[in-house]
């Protein structure tokens, strides 16, 4: 990916996932941080980050973004809490302003519903890269998650849990 470089104003999602993708799932534990890791090549600034609605969402919600930065495969400790989008339309773009550079290395972006909508239906992917660090299970991806977010982000990360399925939350970023 960084190796043939990144353009300005375009939406990026680093583990896979198409900004136009059609595919869905829908997360509807209130206050479940769902971690999912991904590499960065070089030092990149993004200004926005964000989540897609798929076309079955309905209702409102509010969802929590941010990064963990990588300690020995798990996140660890708060890069970034870029705060909330309210989601109330399907297939659109939420997106968080922010200004952050990250330098290249492994990180974990989080998504936290901390209110569900009625289909709380967020764009997904099926499809991790090759993750030394996760552990697969009959053909399903594996991420980390977390109860009881409420509010900003925890300094420190504690997944207590793998969660093993066919999809994971895609968060995008935006290259400034």
């Known amino acids: 990916f960084n190796s043939f470089g990144v353009t300005s104003g375009t939406y990026y999602s680093f583990n896979g996932g198409q900004h136009a993708s059609s595919n869905a799932t829908t997360y509807a534990t209130a206050n479940r941080g769902y971690y999912v890791p991904f590499f960065l090549g070089a030092t990149t600034t993004f200004d926005r980050i964000a989540i897609v609605t798929a076309s079955t969402f309905s209702g409102n919600g509010v969802i929590r973004l941010g990064i963990y930065n990588n300690s020995n495969g798990k996140p660890s400790s708060l890069a970034f809490d870029a705060g ?4 109330t339309a399907n297939s659109t773009t939420y997106a968080i302003t922010i200004n952050q550079t990250l330098n290249a290395g492994w990180y974990w ?3 936290v519903p901390q209110t ?3 289909t709380n239906a ?3 992917h099926n499809n991790l890269p090759f993750l ?5 299970a009959s053909g399903s991806i ?3 998650w977390i109860e009881s977010i409420s509010g900003s982000l925890p300094s420190t990360a504690t997944p207590a849990e793998f969660g093993v399925g066919s999809n994971f939350p895609q968060v995008f970023f ?3």
């Open 84 to 87: 909330t989008v309210s989601p």
């Open 109 to 111: 972006s989080v998504m």
């Open 116 to 118: 569900v909508a009625t």
């Open 122 to 124: 967020i764009l997904s």
């Open 132 to 136: 030394p660090m996760m552990r697969f």
């Open 142 to 144: 594996a991420l980390l």
């Open 174 to 176: 935006r290259v400034a």
